[in-house]
């Protein structure tokens, strides 16, 4: 995973609550086998609206998403993550995001950064009267600067530090296959096993 | 789980014990610097469409498959619920279930195909055999994993980088969840459900209420109800925002698992129960927050919304965005009105509908089919509305039709089908038009879930009968009583 200190863009004001990952990437996309290739698919149903904020000009380059809250609520695909990457966010500011969405998004190398809502009517605000003002999502110190807007964002401290070294979990986690194996040898023996295949 | 400020020894939660019991190395540190422990996986399901991308970075790693042995997968979101003896005819869904398939012969992955008698929803598959069993944990690549958390597991769903985790390493590296209890007492009348109850539930704490909590259903009305209807439940925890949901095991649970194909047996199902038996919360144990709800006053739930919060009893008016203080759920209500065309004030059960999905991982098995089979037994289908039947598995399938319940649904005129997600989310052909209104038994009422443009009324199963006599949204309270000796049999 690229390493993440800090990233400025366009931010782009998506004023909704309850943006599920239903929304974010309909299932009729999740065909695919790729990892990859998934911009066409990001919020593909409101994409058709003319209206819709990310066929407006000034965000067409847009790649810091200013979202309502509980944002990626709902289906647990990874696939929201990689459509929101492959279109061009790097990070998503929301004062409540899906359990789910979020982990994901730390794998992947989103910043879901976890804003009060206040602050987040303040940018949208300033969103609104300079449509394609810069925003900028420092992990380091921990803030969002829009403007004249200063905020700070919560993020754990744990994903933190992988975004910002760009660690790879398993790699990570294969480092303690010795713990992994002793915890294996200590297992009840009527613990479930799928083979061999019982049939009822 | 294992709060910081609680020594050893002290009193635990359900989730707590099961967590405790499977850190493999305790990730340290306090409060909000604490890292993660990592966490042993006892099962891990898999299907089609979370998948393929996990194999490939095992491949291209050159990592293993560490368990096969603690691994399932079957196919179902894609699958098609008729003639499935035919090449699927979506060229990109034949190549995802294809996909599957090559993988599964590769890693040596158990593998429940298309036509095979354990084939289904995989959230109906490890119940049935077995494999779901208290104290264990089980994910999957699928949100709905919180449904197996009704055994007293801790079962949750993860993202695709997390199934590929697991596949090569057995483990998880995963924070302490925070505890919830969902206190239910009373006994809940007739007509009424365990679908009414976590529809209220959610109504109540909002989609995001439970967000980095694990619920703990308990009390008498829990205590009372059936497994099935504690998966339907536990299934729902996600839509109120909960990675898991858990009942502690009892007597009913264990009565459900003896003689399952991969249940303990002997002295191993000794050995089990007896463990099984520790695992419920202490009673002096705290948990982080409580919620109370009556189950004497529920009545049945259905929304009227795009998100499973969006709820009301069946007896009341479709509500008005003023009805909400905040200005973000009053702006969510306007949206949600206009794209189910919707007017606020009007009764929900003048609502008409054009299609009754009963199916889902939510509501598809035995139970569900039996109590919605009941109320339709000797009645009339309204003659424009379209029923589909599809069983959570080939085997409920089987089951139901050994019963003639099949013949039931089809004599009232509704579609029997073959096993698998379906029309839940309509990644198969299983889905709404534009504009089409739909009474159904699954989870989430997101919108264009069913179907771009499809409108969604989330029901329970007898909710869901009751409104293909009718037409409109109706419980069965509203029927017609039929003739004396059919509905003796009924009954």
Not at chain 1, 25 to 38: D, E, M, N, Q, S
Not at chain 2, 215 to 228: D, V
């Amino acid at each position: 995973m690229e390493k993440i200190t800090t990233h400025t863009g366009v931010g782009v004001p998506l004023r909704q609550s309850d943006v599920d990952t239903d929304q974010i990437i309909p299932a009729v996309y999740l065909k695919r086998i790729t990892r990859t290739g998934f911009d066409d698919a990001l919020f593909a149903r409101w994409r058709k609206d003319p209206e819709f904020v990310l066929n407006q000009e000034a965000y067409s380059a847009g790649s810091v998403l200013v979202a309502g809250p509980d944002f990626g609520t709902g289906s647990s695909r990874e696939h929201a993550v990689w459509a929101l990457k492959d279109y061009g966010f790097r990070a998503v500011l929301s004062s409540r995001f899906g359990d789910i969405f979020r982990g994901n998004s730390g794998k992947q190398g989103l910043v879901a950064a976890q804003v009060a809502q206040g602050d987040i009517e303040l940018i949208w605000k300033e969103l609104d009267n300079h449509p394609g003002t810069q925003v900028t999502v420092d992990l380091a110190s921990r803030t969002v600067t829009c403007g004249s807007i200063v905020a700070p964002f919560q993020i754990d401290d744990y994903t933190r530090w992988r975004l910002m070294e760009g660690l790879d979990d398993i790699g990570l986690t294969l480092q303690q296959e010795s713990s992994i194996t002793a915890y294996e040898e200590t297992r009840p023996g009527w613990k479930p096993r799928t083979l061999p295949a019982q049939y009822s | 789980m294992s709060s910081p400020q609680v020594s050893v020894g002290t009193s635990q939660t359900l989730a707590e014990k099961v967590w405790n019991a499977h850190v493999v190395q305790e990730g340290g540190g306090e409060g909000e610097a604490k890292r993660p422990d990592l966490i042993y996986i006892d099962l891990h399901l898999i299907h089609e469409v979370t998948s393929p991308q996990a194999f490939e970075g095992l491949r291209l790693a050159g990592r293993p498959l560490r368990r096969p042995d603690l691994t399932i997968a079957t196919e179902d979101h894609n699958t098609p619920t008729l003639d499935i003896d035919k090449p699927i005819a979506d060229l990109t869904s034949r190549t995802q279930i294809e996909t599957l398939r090559t993988n599964c012969a590769e890693f040596g992955v158990r593998l429940h195909s298309l036509g095979d008698k354990e084939q289904g929803i995989v959230h109906v598959v490890g119940p049935q055999l077995g494999l779901t069993q208290p104290g264990v944990t089980v994910v999957c690549g699928d949100s709905h994993t919180s449904t197996h958390g009704a055994f007293g597991a801790l079962a949750f769903g993860i993202g695709t980088s997390e199934v590929e985790h697991v596949m090569a390493t057995q483990t998880l590296s995963l924070k302490p969840f925070k505890t919830m209890a969902i206190n239910v007492e009373g006994a809940l009348r007739p007509g009424v459900t365990s679908k009414d109850i976590i529809l209220a539930v959610i109504a109540k704490i909002g989609t995001g209420g439970g967000q980095g909590y694990v619920l703990e259903y308990r009390g008498s009305a829990i205590r009372a109800l059936s497994m099935e209807a504690r998966m339907t439940i536990c299934n729902m925890s996600i839509e109120a925002g909960a990675r898991a949901g858990m009942v502690a095991p009892d007597q009913t649970t264990f009565d459900y698992l003896e003689g399952r194909p991969h249940a303990p047996q002997g002295e191993d199902w000794t050995a089990a129960v007896e463990y099984w038996k520790t695992l419920r919360t202490d009673d002096d144990a705290a948990f982080d927050a409580e919620v109370n709800i009556n189950a004497d006053e529920l009545e049945p739930f259905v929304t009227w919304g795009t998100n499973p919060g969006q709820g009301v009893s069946l007896s009341r008016p479709v509500p008005a965005p003023e009805d909400f203080e905040d200005e973000n759920a009053r702006a969510a209500c306007e949206r949600a009105l206009d794209y189910m065309g919707l007017t606020a004030g009007t009764p929900m059960k003048d609502i008409r509908v054009d299609t009754v999905f009963l199916g889902s991982c939510t509501n598809s098995r035995m139970e569900d089919l039996r109590t919605a089979a009941d109320i339709i037994r000797g009645r009339q289908k309204d003659p424009d509305i379209r029923m589909i039947v599809v069983p959570g598995s080939a085997r409920v399938r089987l089951e139901a039709e050994a019963e003639g319940l099949d013949q039931v649904f089809k004599d009232f005129g509704a579609e029997w089908r073959f096993a698998g997600c379906s029309m839940c989310l309509g990644m198969n052909p299983d889905q709404l038009a534009e504009g089409e209104r739909c009474a159904s038994t699954s989870n989430r009422n997101f919108e264009g879930r069913q179907g771009k443009g499809g409108r969604t009324h989330l029901v329970s199963p007898l909710v869901a009968a009751a409104t293909a006599v009718r037409g409109t949204l109706s419980s069965p309270s509203d029927l017609d009583p039929i003739d004396g000796a059919t509905a003796a049999t009924a009954a």
